[in-house]
């Protein structure tokens, strides 16, 4: 570590946490961005739009009618959902399959994930270590939601969306620490799914991109990455090396419990086979944070880099107690996403890590970015052993320096 990052390390200042309360939420399904609003798009754009929405909307419902002649059934795909000790953060999608149909351990391929028939209006009934929710906040698509007891609704209120969606905030006092959703639907088995509480002890996370920053891609060569999307083994899926290395140090490094977030422009579809990614791979526990790809009338399809912007956003207000290290690649655009984070957030980025991609890993040489200048430091990598050598001795300083005494795990 040179003398300039070592002196920055010590001269950083502490986050001070502001005083607003409430959470903003915005819900990740349908929700239009101001730039990807319709009318700002020319009348080619447009109707190219409408005639891939109206083509989907005939699939979705051609779908339902035949799944439903086969006596197709509701069931829940549960997510993985975080909080904290206020509130909680819950999602999941309902879909229809047949009556017997078990879900794979790993996650199904991409390929049947894209063809899931969403369950749209179908009531939900949740609990939290066996605790049954007693009121929620339904997300609604056109804006930030505040945490208000005044609209607060009867959990009965949860009902999946048009797509099948439900995404909701339920009050509540929730220790830290990794607890147990259940679902249940009518006719079906109850399913479980995690729930990552961060409480306040924790004064520092990690906001992670997922591929090519720890999951290999094959993006340059497009029928491998449509085939490893669609079609391969999620068991086989490669992890970039040594990444799981450096982030179990780093996890070590901030104490052992600090909150792993991964952030991917990848479809909800596939969040099962990327959480028995991260699993088969050993890295940190954490919710994963992704995008729908069903186009709609009103977004088509998310912005990837707007998706990046509103979650970091939101993780932002959501632990405003909490520093951030954020992780990417230099091939997706995320070092002008971080830049503008670290820039809308001062004191609240602690460090940036970049994991360089090499000019045959990206489609064209001019698709790898370089990293605009931040007043945070930056750290590259094209592995994780160039990160394990260059930000962990910048964090031992760092935290070494906190008023609130971070301290390693021995």
Not at 92 to 120: D, E, H, N, Q, T
Not at 191 to 205: C, H, N, R, S, W
Not at 359 to 368: A, F
Not at 371 to 382: N, T
Request: glycine content about 6%; some cysteine.
């Amino acid at each position: 570590m040179s003398e300039k990052e070592a002196s920055r390390a010590k001269t950083q200042p502490p986050h001070t946490p502001h005083k607003r309360l409430f959470r903003r939420s915005k819900s990740f399904v349908d929700a239009p961005s101001p730039y990807g609003a319709p009318y700002r798009r020319n009348l080619p754009v447009r109707a190219f739009r409408l005639a891939v929405t109206t083509a989907f909307q005939i699939w979705v419902d051609f779908s339902t009618d035949i799944t439903e002649e086969l006596h197709w059934t509701p069931r829940v795909v549960p997510y993985i959902g975080y909080g904290t000790e206020k509130y909680s953060r819950i999602i999941c999608r309902l879909v229809r399959s047949p009556r017997g149909y078990v879900p794979a351990k790993m996650g199904v391929k991409g390929i049947r994930a894209a063809f899931m028939v969403p369950a749209p209006h179908v009531p939900v009934k949740i609990d939290i270590d066996n605790s049954p929710l007693e009121s929620v906040q339904i997300g609604t698509s056109y804006k930030w939601d505040e945490v208000d007891p005044k609209k607060n609704q009867n959990a009965s209120q949860a009902v999946s969306d048009s797509h099948g969606y439900l995404d909701l905030i339920t009050e509540g006092k929730v220790s830290p620490g990794i607890h147990k959703v259940t679902y249940k639907v009518k006719g079906r088995k109850p399913v479980l799914a995690p729930l990552y509480t961060e409480g306040k002890k924790e004064k520092i996370g990690v906001i992670s991109d997922i591929d090519d920053t720890i999951l290999v891609t094959d993006v340059p060569d497009p029928f491998q990455a449509v085939y490893n999307m669609l079609f391969l083994d999620p068991s086989k899926r490669r992890a970039v090396s040594d990444m799981a290395r450096f982030y179990n140090a780093l996890s070590q490094e901030l104490g052992g419990q600090a909150p792993f977030f991964y952030l991917s422009t990848s479809p909800w579809n596939v969040e099962p086979m990327l959480r028995y990614f991260l699993t088969n791979n050993n890295f940190p526990r954490g919710p994963l944070l992704l995008r729908d790809f069903d186009p709609r009338p009103k977004t088509f399809i998310p912005n990837g880099v707007e998706h990046k912007l509103e979650f970091c956003s939101q993780l932002m207000d959501d632990f405003p107690h909490m520093n951030f290290i954020l992780i990417g690649d230099n091939g997706q655009k995320d070092p002008f996403t971080y830049a503008r984070v670290a820039r809308e957030n001062p004191g609240r980025v602690v460090a940036i890590g970049i994991r360089q991609l090499q000019p045959k890993e990206g489609i064209l040489r001019h698709t790898l970015h370089p990293m605009p200048d931040v007043p945070v430091p930056v750290f590259y990598g094209h592995g994780g052993t160039n990160l394990i050598r260059t930000m962990l001795p910048y964090l031992r300083v760092y935290m070494k320096n906190q008023r609130w005494g971070g301290k390693r795990k021995k």
